[in-house]
């Protein structure tokens, strides 16, 4: 049964009514939680600058893209921490991500898949890349704390 909940939200203009249909996560795709938008780096920046882009952005993760702005990889916080000691000036983004352990989704990947996929692999984060058969360019992410903060607010007779 699907549940329809009508938000007053008050403004300059006084208030307006918007209706947001309750609907059970399981039945949501990908595109209706994720975090639109990447902090991305090219395959040839040096691991110095994928650091500072790091920390400027107060991020842990960094999709590494080619040209095309099609994923290659990624680099995490733990991926900088076990290249520490190397020169980070000479090496190249491209060398630190293992593409074996990349995972990616689409727009229009079930949640529920998406979640199967992180307990599986045993992570936290997906990229999500382009629908299109002849790219993966890089959309957005979606991280296991947007499914978590979606089920907490799509509490469905009270059970989780």
Do not use: W
Request: hydrophobic fraction near 40%; charge should be positive.
């Amino acid at each position: 049964m699907n549940q329809c909940a009508s938000y007053l939200f008050a403004g300059p203009k006084g208030g307006r009514r918007v209706n947001r249909e309750r609907r059970s996560i399981h039945k949501e795709r990908v595109a209706q939680i994720m975090r639109r938008g990447a902090i991305t780096c090219n395959e040839d920046t040096s691991l110095h600058f994928v650091a500072q882009i790091m920390v400027v952005n107060r991020i842990r993760y960094c999709a590494v893209v080619a040209g095309t702005h099609e994923v290659r990889g990624l680099i995490s916080a733990d991926d900088m921490i076990d290249a520490f000691g190397k020169d980070f000036d000479k090496m190249k983004a491209k060398e630190i991500p293992d593409r074996d352990t990349m995972l990616t989704v689409t727009l229009n990947t079930p949640i529920k898949e998406a979640v199967a996929l992180m307990a599986k692999k045993g992570v936290e984060h997906l990229i999500v890349v382009s629908d299109r058969a002849d790219s993966r360019a890089v959309i957005g992410m979606v991280y296991a704390s947007d499914i978590i903060a979606e089920m907490a607010h799509r509490q469905e007779g009270g059970a989780l």
